[in-house]
């Protein structure tokens, strides 16, 4: 059983809110019930509020930053991976029945299911900045129990080396060597993180503040919509008679607008909102977009949509995964690496998956999948595994394909060997002039799947043509997306729609030449116009699929990395 098991200190909340190291003083709730320095007598923030881990959750910017990240983390599946050598190069393969993998995808520890120990770590690392987790073998498995982050205190020993000590509930200290805790931390000094709360408190303190005031404004605050003004000086029945008689009236939303009768020279002044208390509400929107920045969480996970536009939001989604989940995946999987695999076998790795985060819709799943199959990057069997699905008991489930003219892999890698003639040549015959012209126009060798192989010079004449008239048309299609996509969400589906209708004679156009030599090159006759209404249909599915799916950015992006060399391994051969 681990030390601090024993001793209860594990996933206990502490008797006392707050951290030590912030400020100098470690206060309870009470200290923190007054308002702009009522009841404490100093506050370690310039607005007059403390700040700590726990009370910073009761702003609902931090909250939705820090389990953002969080929900991230644990969302995210990590995997043992090996790495081998295999006909003379390295492979990966995964794990499953490592130990640590099974720790991490199945049973952490006795008290968490593993969603839950990925999103601890995320609400540690986005409040205490560092993530403590001793490290116990329980025979052949694997537990990681997490540490309460505000009980570790990090040290050295006489060595030199790393010690970290831990308080429990009874107040004593256990000491534990740096091979048996797990420490994830944040920027810092390079062994110890600091806490993103601590680094931005005067920015949550303004924003905690903010937020109080509002609550006290209007439980307390008197805000007047207007001021009756008697010339004389009425009694109390008076007074209480011209009330009544007004309201009754006025007041309500049923009577707005109704002409205003004054007598004995009454007068009625408006009063607005004062201006002071109008910026009040922009103050509240950017501390929104400073607790974004100290988080690096995009704005509109945080809810505050006034800078996200359809076009930029899925970029967005992307950035936040490049600039601050994969910063956080690479901690993890380096602490994880150097304290428990490495020491094993440094053939062995731990990967978070991120490609899970970036799956859109069934349709753009699958049409990445047949683009996957169709360059030999997945097997049938592959595809159905990313699906959850039962794979193919059959060899050709596992077999993968390549993309021109659909075979095998491995027919590609060892083509068949040409027959040879029955009626053997005279060596001492000298070729004809014919004979020489058939030699010059013979298959030459190119690379293919890492193999030589031969391609004919029509081929490769065909290639290049079609690759000079994909490109023009890739091109000219990406301009007319991006002026699609600055329509409205409403108005865009009838203007592509518009485009593809009169589409059909810039493709002729665009196309047709490298159709007409591609034809003449193979010696076959090609029917451009149908062609070229199949090509524009293909492209009118994929278009409209994202114009339906908010994914028109994304589409943008693919096709300006490879849309070119797709156009002409799908559509060269159409003739």
């Avoid at 190069?89 to 099974?102: G, L, Q, T, Y």
């Avoid at 490495?342 to 990967?351: F, G, H, N, R, T």
Wanted: charged share 25%.
């Amino acid at each position: 059983m681990p030390v601090l098991l024993q001793k209860r200190s594990r996933l206990v909340k502490p008797k006392q809110v707050g951290y030590s190291g912030f400020g100098g003083g470690v206060y309870s709730e009470d200290d923190l019930a007054g308002f702009w320095g009522a009841k404490f007598p100093v506050g370690n923030t310039t607005s007059g509020v403390n700040v700590t881990v726990e009370n910073s959750m009761t702003f609902s910017a931090v909250y939705a930053a820090r389990s953002v990240i969080a929900r991230t983390l644990g969302c995210v599946p990590i995997k043992v991976i090996k790495k081998k050598e295999l006909r003379g190069r390295e492979v990966s393969e995964k794990v499953p029945d490592h130990p640590v993998s099974r720790c991490l995808a199945r049973y952490p520890n006795t008290d968490q299911t593993p969603l839950l120990f990925k999103e601890q770590i995320g609400m540690d690392l986005t409040g205490w900045g560092n993530f403590f987790a001793e490290i116990n073998w329980g025979g052949p498995r694997l537990y990681l129990h997490p540490l309460q982050a505000s009980r570790v205190t990090v040290c050295r020993d006489s060595n030199g080396q790393l010690e970290y000590h831990c308080s429990s509930d009874d107040g004593s200290t256990v000491r534990l060597p740096q091979a048996k805790v797990i420490h994830v931390p944040l920027f810092g000094d390079g062994v110890v993180g600091k806490s993103p709360v601590q680094l931005a408190r005067e920015s949550l303190g303004m924003g905690i503040a903010a937020e109080r005031f509002g609550g006290a404004f209007f439980a307390n605050g008197l805000s007047p919509s207007g001021v009756l003004m008697h010339p004389g000086k009425l009694d109390h029945k008076g007074r209480t008679n011209l009330r009544n008689a007004f309201e009754s009236r006025h007041q309500g939303p049923g009577r707005a607008g109704k002409m205003m009768l004054l007598e004995e020279g009454l007068k009625y002044e408006q009063v607005g909102i004062p201006q002071k208390d109008a910026q009040f509400l922009e103050t509240r929107q950017f501390q929104v977009l400073e607790v974004a920045r100290w988080f690096g969480v995009p704005p509109h996970m945080l809810g505050d949509s006034s800078q996200a536009k359809w076009a930029n939001i899925t970029q967005y989604a992307i950035e936040f995964l490049k600039y601050t989940m994969a910063h956080y995946f690479k901690r993890i999987e380096e602490e994880i690496n150097r304290k428990i695999l490495w020491p094993q076998d440094e053939s062995l790795y731990v990967k978070f998956e991120e490609w899970a985060l970036l799956r859109g819709d069934s349709k753009e799943q699958l049409e990445s999948m047949v683009i996957g199959m169709a360059n030999g990057i997945y097997s049938l069997n592959d595809v159905l595994a990313l699906l959850d699905l039962n794979p193919i008991d059959h060899e050709a489930g596992n077999i993968h394909w390549v993309t021109r003219q659909h075979v095998p892999i491995e027919v590609a890698m060892n083509p068949p060997e040409a027959e040879a003639p029955d009626d053997e040549e005279d060596p001492d015959e000298e070729p004809t002039e014919t004979e020489e012209t058939s030699d010059e126009e013979t298959e030459r060798s190119l690379t293919v799947i890492g193999e030589p192989r031969t391609i004919t010079a029509a081929d490769e004449a065909k290639r290049v043509i079609f690759r000079d008239a994909a490109g023009r048309i890739v091109a000219h299609e990406l301009k007319a997306i991006k002026t699609l996509s600055k329509h409205n969400q409403k108005a865009l589906p009838v203007a592509a729609g518009h485009f593809f209708d009169h589409y059909e004679p810039e493709v002729i156009e665009i196309l047709g030449p490298a159709w007409r030599s591609a034809s003449l090159l193979d010696g076959r006759s090609v029917d451009v116009e149908r062609t070229a209404k199949r090509y524009v249909a293909d492209v009118r599915q994929l278009v409209m699929g994202a114009v339906a799916g908010h994914t028109l950015p994304t589409l943008v992006e693919v096709w300006a990395n490879g849309r070119a060399d797709q156009v002409v391994t799908q559509y060269m051969e159409l003739n």
